[in-house]
């Protein structure tokens, strides 16, 4: 049974830093793309950033480009957001996602002075 979690969220203030943690179980590690995804109150969910778990390809969302860094530890199936310079605009629900299927539990990041 494919499992993600995602953790690490948080109250930070705007510029601060935060690092979310994706930790998965289930699938063959190497094989899959895992993507970042939020969403803020009253919007639609979307994409953040992705990383392809097999040649380390990323991608990023425009607006996040320079301020998220996205990574992967593959001893311990986890894959991280580190996020800086943070925004009032980057507050929602941060997810997890591999393949474009399987969803894991979000965790909140909300950005706030």
């Known amino acids: 049974e494919v499992q993600l979690q995602a953790s690490g969220g948080g109250l930070v203030q705007p510029g601060g830093s935060l690092r979310l943690s994706c930790t998965t179980s289930g699938f063959s590690f190497d094989d899959y793309t895992v993507g970042w995804f939020r969403q803020a109150p009253g919007e639609e969910r979307e994409g953040v950033s992705c990383?392809?778990?097999?040649?380390?390809?990323?991608d990023y969302k425009d607006s996040v480009k320079g301020r998220f860094t996205v990574s992967v530890d593959n001893a311990k199936n986890t894959v991280y957001l580190e996020m800086n310079s943070l925004k009032p605009e980057d507050t929602a629900v941060y997810y997890c996602?591999?393949?474009?299927?399987?969803w894991g539990q979000g965790t909140l990041v909300t950005v706030s002075s």
């Open positions: 990383i392809s778990l097999s040649d380390g390809t990323t």
């Open positions: 996602n591999a393949q474009g299927t399987y």
